[in-house]
C-alpha cells in the first residue's frame, strides 16, 4: 500500500493542476521556495519606501485612464465644454481635453486629482525615504548603489512631476516653463539654442506640450519601472536591514515570513495608500485650472506657487541679491541663474556621493546590516540636520511672498532672514543636532549603568528621600549597548615610508567626523558601577 | 567618562557581529571594544491578545469580515453614484457631487481591503518570526575564479585582446555610429531661423498703436489718466494668423502715466515719453514671468514670481530681487488722431538674459 508508484492515479485539486501546469513551464516552485518565507523584517520607518512605491503604481493606473481622454496637442480651439465661465474662450486642445477630463467625463475629476495628489504623495515618499535610509546609515556597504538608484528615481520623480504639471498649458503651468525656458537661457554658450530646441523654435511655441507629454508617459515612466526593479531586486539581493534588537545580527534577517504575513500586510497597506489618497482626491481640490485659464504670456496671478517639490529650485533663484549679472567678452554671464543651478547641482551631488565619502573616511569594508540610531552616528546626523535645514530654506524661499503677506512682513525682510537661514542656518543646524545626538548618548550610557527611574521614592532611615533606580534587563539593554564607535585614524607611513595627501585628508575628515564620540557601556564598566553603588 | 580608554591599539577584527566578513575585511576606523556586551539572544515570544482569549480572536475576526463586506459595499456605492450623480451640463456642483461620491465609494472599497487585510495579519495570522542567514554579498571564490575563467575563455577564443586592430576599430565605430542619431535632433527646431535674430526683434515697429490687452482696442493719449497702468499689445496682434502667443510673449507692454514731477528722466530719453506716460516691456529681465504688480503711488513694479521690483519714475531700474537689468523703454508718441504709437521697436532684446546678448 505504501509502494505508491509516480504512476499511481490520484486525485488532485484543481488548484494542484494548475499550479503543476505552471511550475512544468516555468519552474516557479523554485521562487517559491526560495523566496515565499523569506523573513522580512519590519518597523514603521520601512513603510516610508512602500509609501513611495505603492502611489507610484496608483500613479501609473490613474495616468493610464488620464492618457485615454488627454491631448497632447498645442492647437488653438474654442472651448465648448461644460464649464460656462471659460465657454468661446481661445484655449489649446491640451487645456481643453483637461477641462473636459475635469467637467464632463464623470469621474474624470476624481481620477486627475488622484493622479497628481499621487504624484505628490510619490515625491515626498522618496524624500522621506532617502532620509529615513541617511539617518540610519542604510546605505553602507553593501547598499551603496541602491542608494544612487533610488537619488536616480527621486531625481526622475520630480522630472514626472514637473512635465505632468505642464501638460494642461494652463496659465499657471505656462509661466512654470516660462520660467524654466529664462533660466535655460541663462546657461552660458548652449543656452539659448538649448531653449530655442526645447520648445521647437521661439517661446511658448506649439511643441512643448507634445514633447513633455513623451517624455512624461514614455521615457520617464519606463526608466522609472525599471530603476524600481533593479532597486527591488537589490533589497532581494542584499535582504533588508533591521534595527539592532535582542537575537537580531549582522548575520541575520529577522523578521515575519513573506507568505503569508508581510505578503498581506504589504499587500494591505497597498489598499491603504490608494484608499488614503482616494479620499483626498475626493474632497480636496488640486490644480483647478479652470480658475487659471489658457496659458497667456502676458497675465500672471499674485502669490503662484509650484508643485511642492520644485520649491528648493524656485526659492534658490528668489534668494538672489540684485545685480548677479555681467556683461564680459562680449557675452552675457548670469550669475543669478547659474548660482543657484551650481548650487544646487553641487548640493544633489553632495547627497548622491555620500555613501562613498563616509566609506572613504571611515575605510570600513565589512557589511553593515543593522541600522543605526541616528544618535549613535552624530556626526552624520548632524551633516543630515545641516542639509535639511539648507533644502528647508529653499523651500520656503519659493513662498517668500505669500510669508510676507500672511506674516505682514516686508517682501526684503523675508528674502533677508531666508538668505541667512541657506548661509548660516545649516552650521546652527549641525551643532545642534550634534550636541543633541551625544547628549543622548550619554542618558543612554546613564540609563544602562544605573537603571532607568522607577518612579518609586524611598524615604531611607536617615530620613533622606531617593528614587529606586531599576536596572535594565538584558534585552533592553541590548538596545542601547549594541553599536559601534569609530577613532579618528591615525596618520602612519604607509609600506614606503610616506604619508600620502590621500591619507591626509582621510586622518583629518575623520578627525572632523569622529572626534567627539560617547563610547557603549561595556560589562566591565557595568560591574565598576554596581560595586561603587553598593558601597 | 569612560569613551577614551579604548583608543590606542586597533583590536584585530575579532568582532563576533561581523563575523560574516572574513577576518580580512578592513574595519577601518571602527572602534571594536574587546569588552562589548553580547548578543542576549531572542527574548521570550509574548502572545497576543487573540492567542490567549477567544472572545477577542472571534472580535477580530468579524472585524476582518466587516471590513472585506465593507469594501464590497462601498464599491457598489462608487458605481451606483456614477449613474445617480450624472454630470448635468453647466453645473459646478453636480461636477463636485459626482467627483464626491465616487471618490468616497472608491475610498471605503479601498481602505475596507487595506485595513482588513493588515488587522488580518496583525491580529489572526500566527505572528511567526524568522531569522534566515545572512551570506556574503560577493560570489564565493570559485565562482569568481569561474567568472574569470569564462572571461579568460572568450577572450581567447575571441581574440579580443590579441587582435587589438579589430578591437580598437571596433570601438571607434561604436563611439561613432550614435553621432547621426544626435544630429536629427537638430530637427527639434526649425532650420531656417535663428534665436539670437529672433530674441533681439518684437512686432513693435514705428507707427504700431498701443492697444488693449486683451481687447486689442486702441488706446488714446488723452484716456490715459495719471495714475493709470494699462496691459497693452501692440495693435494687430490678435489678427496674426501664425505666432500669436510668441509675438505676444516678447511685445506685451505695461503702460503707466506718472506726474510728470515724479518721472526721473534721462537727458537722451526725455523724448521717449509722452505728458509723463511712459511704456515698459512686462517680461521681467530675471526669467521672462509678466511683472503684472503695479503699486501706484510707489510707482513700483513688481514680478510676482521672484519679487524683483523695478522703478518705473527711474527707467525702471532694479531695486531689489534677482534681476539685473532695468525693464526697456518703449520709445512713444502720439499720432494724428491722438493715439499712442511706438517711435520704433525696443532698442534692446526683451525679456530674461541669454548668452549672445550683449
Redesign the interface.
Known sequence: MSTATPTAPQRRSATAAASNYIDERTSLSVFVKELGRKAFPDHWSFLLGEVALFSFVVVLITGTFLTFFFQASMAEVEYDGSYVPLKGVEMSVAMASTLDISFDIRGGLFVRQMHHWGALLFVAAIGLHMLRVFFTGAFRKPRELNWVIGFTMFILAMGEGFTGYSLPDDLLSGNGLRIIDGMIKGIPLIGTWTSFLLFGGEFPGTAIVGRLYSLHILLLPALLVALVAVHLLFVVVHKHTHYAAPGRTQQNAVGPPILPIYAAKAGGFFFIVFGVLALIASMFTINPIWNYGPYDPSPVSAGTQPDWYIGFADGALRLIPPGWEFVWLDRTWSFNILVPLIALGLFILLVVSYPFIEAFVTGDKREHHIADRPRNAPTRTAIGAAGVTFYAGLWAAASSDILATHFRLTMEGVIHALQAVVLIGPFIAYFIAKRVCLALQKKDREIVLHGYESGRIVKLPGGEFIEVHQPLDEYDRWKLVSYETNQPLMLRPNDRGKITVAQKIRAGMSRWFFEDRIAPVTKGELEASHHSSQH | ???????GAELA?A?S?????VPA?????????A???E?????PHRPRVTDEDPKKERRAQRTVYTLFYLSILGSVWAIAA?ML???E????GA?RL???????G??????G??????????AL?E????????H??GGNEVARAGAVKVFQDADRESGFTRRSVIRNSLIGALVVFPLPAIVL??G???QD?H??E??SHTMWQKGTRLAL??SGAPIKAADVTIGSAF?V?PEGLNDLEH?R??Q???A?VLLMRLNPEDLNENVNRTSWSYNGIVAYS???T?????V??YEQHTHHL?C??????FDVADHCK????????PLPQLPIAVDDEGYLIAQSDFTEPV????????
Open positions: 567618562m569612560a569613551q577614551d580608554d579604548h583608543s577584527a568582532d557581529s561581523h563575523a560574516a566578513n575585511v578592513k574595519t577601518g576606523t571602527a572602534l571594536i571594544q569588552d562589548a556586551f548578543n542576549p539572544g531572542f527574548p456614477y450623480f450624472p454630470i451640463s453647466n453645473d459646478v461636477v459626482n467627483n464626491m461620491f465616487i471618490g468616497l472608491a475610498t471605503l472599497a479601498l481602505l481591503i487595506g485595513f482588513g487585510a493588515v488587522h488580518w495579519a496583525k495570522m505572528d511567526v518570526e524568522l531569522a534566515d542567514e545572512r556574503k554579498i535632433f537638430r527639434w527646431a526649425p531661423e534665436p539670437v529672433l530674441l490687452d486683451p496691459h499689445i505666432g502667443l510668441e505676444k510673449a516678447k506685451a512686462k517680461i521681467c530675471h526669467v521672462g514671468c509678466p503684472a504688480l513688481l510676482p514670481c521672484h519679487q524683483s521690483q532694479v531695486i531689489f530681487g534677482p534681476a539685473k537689468r525679456g530674461p538674459s541669454f548668452w549672445e546678448r550683449h
